[in-house]
């Protein structure tokens, strides 16, 4: 939740005043997203969001960001497009911050997925892997392994505030991790945060994916562990392997993983979980004075991390072992 | 800035079915409003504001202000207008709160109010009051003179530390206004909240009022006094006399004021800014662990009030006391 940059109205009509999409008619400041401040607009041509960036965001990465958007809508994803100014420029600059305006996808996230809102995921995540094969920009992930320890020395003194022997537990993980992590997967565009408050659903129907600010060049498989992590744990944090079982299955369909990827599974979702403990655990511990953002619990992440330990092979989230790969084999276009 | 309640999406499409408002195609929370929780709400026949009544609202009152809506819309006040249900009531429950959707209202708040913004928000303050007239519910005005003493006493103890002697300022204040306030002016239907962000404009028109979740029923010149204390002043806390003759005359051209009105004008702006100063001082000094809101400053209207001891009549906020009032003198239609 976040809308950290006031825009004045005059300001406001100003910028919007440089594209063609209407007079405004109203804008609305949205509780949702937390990285950047959104409004949704009204013109008397529809709806779109304007994005300003905020400083958590690089804006030598906009252009990566912009940039594939239009790459995937052009190959068939579902997904907001930034509307270009007068200039022919995605990009430009409202109350100091760079800003755009991006079309108004409808939709509304799954507060409670079921495990056919799963099997949706998988198969347009499998599409965007395919679909980001040829998008010519990189942009490495700012939060991959190396990474890891640096960001966790930042909260280290205070991390057993948070949980007795948190640092200990981290530290070992991070041990384990750096000792075992695969160099050698397919690797290409991912999103890197496809939680459920970024897949958006009509009725039953994935209607599309949203906020593409941390997608970057990593292991495509990352992304599989970072989905299995946010959709299929319980409310209880029990994880639910028929959810499991739906993910894999669909993204298999239009991308059949390689024996490497299933082999290393387990340690990517370990290393997903550990991921996003480090960041929550560093949000937590950070809340900055006024923050309207309510940091969330790192130890949800812990939690998750802890039976990913328990996981011998990809079995263990449902996916069919035995099971030949389809014949159909689509290869990553971009393995590195 | 507030959404306290999450709703989830199939509760949202369940509550929206006893509507014949379309089918829900995106939900999105707004960051605006402190009192209740508000979702836009886009179906395939247009816009509109859900709302959640959090707590601080007493259900008792909702027929109240809903009611007021439907009044003042049916005589030509532009505002949100409740939608009715399938079974003909605004007023229903959604995530354990009364809900009720409200038509979506265009324009926008304006940041940096002109004169000229000032001289539409008299007239549609006085054409408000007289639209309010015979409207049949009543409300007490739970925030005047005397609730002030008890509500300053749940911050007493802590004041000083918001300002040094902020404390026997106040009490001198408290006991000044108990002496001297008035029991005689003319009476009826006030918003009572009428800042700017809750006055909407499209370009240099206004296009409606919003947020009657403090209306009730009290002097209709305090009204005015809350205008001329959320509108005329500039960001260093100057008054602004232009804006302030704007708003007045403005306002008398619709309907003017009575002398005693008039006079008690200063007197009004004190207990207006106290008003004011009392609930930020409370809400300053009792912000809820996790809050999503940022707590305004109090000092802001300190400063208010300090320069409304300064001025000895009306004309100090710009009204022309020497001229008579205009000869179409429209009676305040419910004066008390």
Redesign the interface.
Known sequence: ???YT?V???A?VRFVAGYDIGT?????????GVENSNY?L?TDRG?YILTLYEKRVDPGDLPFFLGLMEHLASRGITCPLPVKNRAGEALGELAGRPAAIIS?????????PTAAHCAEVGEALARFHLAGADFPIRRPNALTLPSWRPLFERSRARADEVAPGLSADILAELDHLEAAWPSDLPAGVIHADLFPDNV???GQDLSGLIDFYFACNDFLAFDIATCLNSWCFEPDLAFNITKGRAILSAYERVRPLTDRERTSLPLLCRGSALRFLLTRLYDWLNVPP?A???PKDPIEYLRKLRFHRTIADASGYGLALDAPPSAGVVPAGAAS
């Open positions: 939740m976040a809308v006031e004045s109205d005059d406001l405004v008619l109203s804008s609305k400041g949205i509780a949702e949704l009204h709806n108004f996808l409808d939709g509304m996230w799954v507060r409670r958006f659903f009509i006024g309207l953002v309510k």
